[in-house]
């Protein structure tokens, strides 16, 4: 017996032969089977090379290719969309940071060393051809650069300016590995190359990636083909540790069959969603019913998933799990801008989003009445978020849908705050430094926003020529940050007297914090060293981590926490910190990122020397290696 066949009749548009490319005869009946669902001097350099037997828990950051597809899907014939779309629309997001109406980085100066290399597969030793490798300059320096190896596997970069760089080297099924990385989730390393020197032989030896496979079903067993399928892993982000993408995600097949790829080692969740519906009828009350986010191994509750842990290049296969059926449910309630007038749309925003890209899309959305009313229809279990639109405004309320529905849902638009002010040093001069390497931005402390709304206030931000600036658009609570090139920090933001440097601002719709003056100055404090071994001997690896002495200060994008790699040479800097009391502590591995946790700073804190800088100040430390 063939279930859940949706059958749905409209009258065919006023046209003779067949509906445009649709070819479906006019008057015909429209029929959609939802699912059949049964069944880089001359010197030489040590190769970055992972050993296949390590085991870590997530991935080299890097960004998912930015790019949007929107999916519309009606397999009716002949058939349109309804306007509550209850479709999932899915668009790729590269996370970073707001730069519109920036100037773009200049290019790099021209220079006299050089950087040589191949890259070769870690396990038959081939070289491989066509892959990339990037070069960025940790000191500020312009756009990165990239290569494409040759059939020998060989890149080369020139005329190089002396620094300190960031090296990676990337191919299709390989894991990406930045330069001295000795497991694929570690921080990167520094490269320093010095005037006319050339470095040789800095190879890369990619290892593959790892898969997870398997099959979603319907409770029954019944194959479900198009669903989407995340790998997820716990990673600390946005203020709090939660599960995040691995890369972008897949799509059932028509059997049900499922294969991440490009994995790098780590413990996994598995993920599969569908917007799928059918309707059933209890005692005469007819129910849309849907599917829940559902893990592996086939629960909504991602604290009851299955845990898949894979090595380097090992594959997950079996990982076969069904879908939890559930009632769908409808979102209502009022909506309107700051001024009391009705909004124009409402959606209903599913996201999953992580430190190296995501989807989100549309779930759900509604045409607000004029009285400011909505309602959204059909909503499966699930958290989303609602984002209310229109005149230039938004609004967005998180919430998460359950069996019941909810109502009285009261949404209020804004349509954000602006700021301006000047650029200046501690002499009430603008800065020595070129206008193009300065970037202000007003970043949220946590949450990431997802795809752009029609409608919504549009962010800005404009450095001019006198050294005055602006930026619109800025919604909900937001901090200020700055990037400058090296040798530069900011020592304040004031207002009214009052440093706001590392406060969460927020001002009320419409609103303009005016007046701001962003103190930059060249007085900058250095931390320089070397790490040794328990028996004093200097030793060419590990990781740095140097935080603020108060847990106050300890959140994502803290200007009081840093950490280094030292380079080839042993030798570890760090510029830039505020004047303050510190903790600092060299440990040999590091996940990329931890430092953000603050649990993970508190974890080490007894580990750490303490450490007072003043403004200005260079301090030189020899640190040994701690052993948590």
Not at 127 to 142: H, I, Q, T
Not at 225 to 235: D, H, I, N, P
Not at 411 to 423: D, H, K, N, P
Request: net charge positive; aromatic share 6%.
């Amino acid at each position: 017996m063939v279930r859940r066949i949706a059958v749905r009749a409209r009258r065919a548009p006023r046209s003779k032969g067949p509906i445009p490319d649709q070819g479906t005869p006019s008057g015909q009946l429209r029929c959609r089977r939802r699912r059949l669902r049964r069944g880089r001097r001359v010197e030489r350099t040590r190769v970055s090379r992972v050993a296949p037997s390590v085991r870590a828990t997530g991935h080299a950051r890097h960004r998912w290719p930015s790019h949007a597809f929107a999916e519309n899907r009606d397999d009716s014939v002949g058939a349109t969309m309804p306007s509550r779309a209850a479709v999932l629309t899915i668009a790729f997001v590269a996370l970073a940071s707001n730069t519109a109406s920036q100037t773009p980085p200049a290019a790099p100066p021209a220079g006299t060393a050089s950087i040589r290399g191949r890259i070769l597969a870690a396990d038959t030793g081939k070289p491989l051809r066509r892959a990339s490798v990037s070069l960025s300059s940790l000191e500020g320096g312009g756009r990165p650069r990239t290569a494409n190896t040759n059939a020998d596997g060989r890149y080369e970069f020139k005329e190089l300016p002396a620094g300190r760089y960031s090296l990676s080297a990337a191919r299709s099924g390989y894991l990406q590995l930045r330069y001295g990385q000795r497991r694929p989730l570690e921080a990167v390393r520094p490269l320093q190359i010095f005037d006319g020197q050339v470095l040789e032989r800095v190879d890369f030896a990619l290892p593959r990636t790892g898969l997870i496979a398997g099959r979603v079903t319907d409770e029954v067993g019944d194959s479900v083909t198009g669903a989407m399928v995340f790998a997820l892993r716990s990673e600390y982000w946005m203020g709090r540790r939660q599960f995040v993408p691995m890369g972008p995600p897949v799509r059932t097949d028509d059997t049900g069959q499922f294969r991440v790829i490009g994995l790098p080692p780590g413990t996994y969740v598995v993920r599969a969603t569908t917007r799928e519906t059918w309707t059933v009828t209890h005692s005469g009350v007819r129910e849309v019913m849907s599917f829940a986010p559902t893990y592996f191994p086939g629960t909504p509750d991602v604290k009851e998933a299955g845990r898949i842990t894979i090595g380097i290049a090992q594959h997950s296969n079996g990982i076969d799990f069904p879908l939890v059926p559930g009632r769908t449910v409808k979102v209502s309630g009022t909506a309107f801008d700051s001024h009391g007038r009705p909004l124009t749309t409402v959606s209903l925003s599913q996201d999953t989003l992580g430190p190296s890209g995501g989807t989100t899309g549309i779930a759900g959305n509604s045409v607000v009445a004029a009285d400011g009313t909505f309602t959204i229809r059909d909503a499966a279990p699930g958290e989303y978020r609602l984002l209310g639109v229109g005149s230039g405004e938004i609004a967005r309320l998180p919430i998460v849908v359950g069996a019941a529905d909810i109502e009285n849902v009261a949404l209020v638009g804004s349509a954000g705050w602006s700021a301006s002010g000047m650029v200046t040093t501690e002499s009430g001069i603008p800065p020595s430094i070129p206008r193009e390497r300065v970037r202000i931005n007003a970043n949220a402390p946590s949450g990431f926003s997802g795809m752009r709304m029609q409608g919504e206030p549009a962010y800005r931000q404009v450095l001019n020529d006198d050294w005055t600036f602006s930026i619109t658009g800025i919604v909900g609570a937001a901090r200020f940050r700055v990037t400058l090139p090296e040798g530069w920090t900011v020592k304040s933001i004031l207002h009214d007297g009052r440093d706001m440097v590392d406060t969460p601002l927020e001002m009320k719709s419409g609103e303009t914090l005016s007046g701001v003056q962003l103190v930059v100055t060249n007085r900058i404090t250095t931390v320089a060293g070397q790490i040794a071994d328990s028996k004093g001997m200097p030793v060419t690896d590990g990781t740095v981590i140097v935080f603020a002495s108060s847990a106050e200060k300890w959140f994502e994008d803290s200007r009081f926490i840093r950490s280094v790699r030292p380079d080839q040479q042993g030798q570890f800097q760090i510029k830039g910190l505020p004047p303050g009391d510190y903790l600092v502590v060299a440990l040999d591995y590091v996940q990329d990122g931890m430092w953000n946790d603050p649990e993970y700073l508190e974890s080490i804190r007894r580990y750490a020397e303490r450490m007072t800088l003043k403004e200005g100040e260079s301090r030189s430390i020899s640190l040994k290696l701690a052993s948590p």
